[in-house]
């Protein structure tokens, strides 16, 4: 008979994300933990391990129902040999044989990837992307993330260390960034710079919910705010206009949530500076499965892992 069930894991700078996904893609079940929590390497591998744990006896499963566990993960993946490089967000990380280390514990087969990977994968065949044979898929959170379809396929690069869109420079001086490099897009662009900014603005702490609201009823530093974001990911995306010339780009994760002003904003820039062949094609769309999407494209991972 055949195995019913993946379990896919999104863990990101801020949550950990824990599903049971069917052979269709449906999640049939779901846990978020944060991940603030556990400091310390050690603990969030045990928090990994008692998730499954608890996803298996909660649904009245045996490890023979589940085919295997897809993992999307917020840095440079290894996806052959399921090595974590490091985490630009999260400290402690440095060549972990994550891979291994699940395997032995949870008995299951493991396949590890970049989180906006999953993410592209899903897009690109379940969401807004379905149908492209080219495209570029990006999630806003915590860091800036990014995957690319070419051809039809992930494209992973020679290291599998491509899609790094969070990480393009955009000055030639800027804020450091937490990948190490200076100026990056993710340095300017990533939920807690934009709250930090917020925060000067409002002189209180403000969510990017909060923050999108307010540019929705019209206010002004709110709208300029989220304006300044626009234009600094359209510049970025212009570059990638330019040289991959896809026929999508989407845009998901939390910073997505501003909608219209920040859309409207990176569709006009990227007009205004990428190339007019290339402008003109591409098509920008907001992602469409949501905070689903690393869960599905971890399912996804798993099958064609299999």
Excluded at 15 to 30: F, H
Excluded at 92 to 107: A, P
Excluded at 273 to 281: D, L, N
Aim: net charge positive; glycine share 12%; proline share 3%.
């Amino acid at each position: 008979m055949a195995k019913k069930f993946v379990i896919g894991i999104d863990l990101g700078g801020t949550n950990l994300k824990v599903a049971l996904v069917d052979s269709e893609y449906k999640i049939k079940y779901r846990q978020i933990l944060s991940t603030q929590g556990f400091v310390k390497k050690e603990s969030l591998i045990r928090a990994l391990i008692d998730s499954v744990n608890k996803l298996i006896k909660n649904n009245k499963l045996n490890r023979a129902d589940i085919s295997g566990i897809g993992l999307g993960l917020p840095g440079p993946i290894d996806v052959r040999k399921g090595l974590v490089h490091f985490f630009p967000n999260i400290p402690g990380w440095r060549e972990v044989n994550l891979k291994q280390i699940l395997e032995q514990r949870l008995r299951l087969p493991v396949f590890l990837d970049n989180d906006a990977n999953l993410m592209c994968l899903a897009e690109s065949k379940l969401g807004a992307a379905k149908g492209a044979k080219n495209a570029v898929c990006l999630t806003l959170g915590t860091g800036v993330g990014g995957g690319i379809i070419v051809e039809g396929r992930l494209y992973r690069g020679q290291g599998f260390a491509a899609g790094e869109i969070g990480h393009i420079p955009i000055n030639e001086k800027g804020p450091r960034c937490n990948c190490g490099g200076v100026a990056c897009l993710e340095a300017y662009t990533g939920n807690n710079r934009i709250i930090s900014q917020a925060k000067r603005l409002f002189k209180r702490t403000i969510s990017l919910e909060d923050l999108s609201r307010l540019a929705k009823k019209g206010n002004k530093p709110a709208r300029a705010l989220w304006s300044k974001v626009g234009m600094r990911l359209g510049v970025a995306l212009s570059g990638v206009v330019n040289l991959l010339n896809p026929d999508v780009i989407v845009i998901g994760g939390g910073v997505a949530g501003a909608g219209k002003i920040l859309f409207d904003r990176v569709k006009e820039v990227i007009l205004k500076r990428a190339m007019p062949v290339q402008a003109k094609h591409v098509k920008i769309f907001k992602a469409k499965l949501g905070s689903d999407a690393g869960l599905i494209g971890a399912a996804i991972l798993v099958k064609e892992g299999m």
